[in-house]
């Protein structure tokens, strides 16, 4: 297995804050938010093998990820997408496919702007159990309000998620689709065929929204706080969850 971690967005909803940084190096609590991914990587590394890890960034802010990994002594690969401002973007589908190249390996996907509480060792013991299905790790948001910001899904019994929708203005449940993907080889030529029509948005959402109609997802549901850190309020409360 190999892991993504998403880096290459712009940040512009935290301007200035990520002016001259990117989102993923803002620091919490003094340690770099990217830094909250990395361990808990590290800790699945010790109960499964993980042949690589990718951080997918942009030109703009590519640098500032090399001298993050020579400060960390971080054990991974820095990627660079290539674009240079908001309007060059590819977007977290077309990021996670460069990432991927022609390595025919299953991937754990992360955003670089999600932190939670919960542990990857479960959700990849239960996205394994799925395979050649792909995962998502989901959370309760607990109000209906909140769940309009986020990519919403409805689960079966059998943990199977049977409709989604990308920030919905009348949302069917508080359940989130967090930025935390298990995308098993034999489900990538979904990803290339999502990516074959131009005119399809680039948020991770809208292609799990397509691989639900295609085919099976299966939601794991994260135990404790999970956060999408897009705006200061979020980053207060970071800075109090992850003292």
């Known amino acids: 297995m190999r892991v993504i971690i998403l880096a290459a967005g712009y940040g512009t909803r935290l301007y200035p804050l990520t002016v001259n940084l990117p989102k993923p190096l803002l620091p919490i609590n003094g340690k770099p938010m990217i830094n909250f991914l990395v361990d808990k990587i ?4 010790s109960v499964m093998p993980i042949n690589s890890i990718y951080v997918v ?14 400060q960390y002594s971080f054990d991974g690969n820095i990627l660079n997408d290539g674009t240079r401002n908001p309007e060059e973007r590819l977007g977290a589908i077309r990021d996670i496919r460069f990432a991927m190249g022609g390595t025919k390996d299953d991937w754990l996907v992360l955003g670089g702007d ?14 394994l159990a799925k395979i050649p299905y792909c995962s998502v790790g989901i959370h309760d948001v607990k109000s209906r309000d909140a769940a309009k910001h986020f990519g919403v899904v409805e689960v079966n019994r059998g943990r199977r ?35 074959s029509d131009a005119s399809r948005t680039d948020a991770a959402g809208s292609y799990i ?31 109090k969850l992850f003292r």
């Open 161 to 195: 998620i049977t409709r989604m929708a990308e920030k919905p203005a009348e949302p069917f449940s508080t359940m989130a689709a967090s930025c935390i993907y298990f995308f098993p080889w034999a489900s990538v030529a979904w990803l290339d065929e999502f990516l």
């Open 209 to 239: 929204a397509y691989l639900v109609a295609k085919s099976r997802v299966f939601g794991y549901e994260l135990k404790g706080a999970w956060l999408d850190i897009g705006h200061r309020d979020s980053l207060k409360e970071a800075a």
């Open 114 to 127: 999600n932190l939670f509480e919960a542990d990857l060792e479960d959700f990849m013991r239960f996205a």
């Open 42 to 45: 590290d800790r699945l590394k």
């Open 57 to 70: 960034s942009n030109a703009r802010f590519y640098h500032d990820f090399l001298r993050w990994q020579k």
